[in-house]
Nanobody, 124 residues
Framework: QVQLVESGGGLVQAGGSLKLSCVAS????????MGWFRQAPGKEREFVAA????????NTADSLKGRFTISRDNAKNRVHLRMNSLKPEDTAVYYC?????????????????WGQGTQVTVSS
């Protein structure tokens, strides 16, 4: 059984920054790809970024490139999402997820385990 726990969300003004973290337990973390998704009220879950098990490959949603950066620390079983220049439209619940293989990491069905999410609210 895998547990994923996100942290770092909160309320921030537009233009500010946040760093989300997700700690994993229950699996050999370094063997799995990880991703971040977000879901705003009334909207579908949206891909944010993904990273391979070795950090050699990262993928960020085109609309978020240049502002959002994914990284991981396998020694600490953590994956991070650095978010800069935040906008009100970035307001959502952010989820981390674990994928068994590096395949179509931009779609939610590629992931087997999900965290409970952390709320990010950006005020204008």
């Amino acid at each position: 059984q895998v547990q994923l726990v996100e942290s770092g969300g909160g309320l921030v003004q537009a233009g500010g920054s946040l760093k989300l973290s997700c700690v994993a337990s229950g699996r050999t973390f370094s063997r799995y790809a990880m991703g971040w998704f977000r879901q705003a009220p009334g909207k579908e879950r949206e891909f944010v970024a993904a990273i391979s098990y070795s950090s050699n490959d990262t993928n960020t949603a085109d609309s978020l490139k240049g502002r959002f950066t994914i990284s991981r620390d396998n020694a600490k079983n953590r994956v991070h999402l650095r978010m800069n220049s935040l906008k009100p439209e970035d307001t959502a619940v952010y989820y981390c997820a674990l994928a068994p293989r590096v395949l179509r990491l931009w779609v939610p069905v590629s992931y087997d385990y999900w965290g409970q999410g952390t709320q990010v609210t950006v005020s204008s």
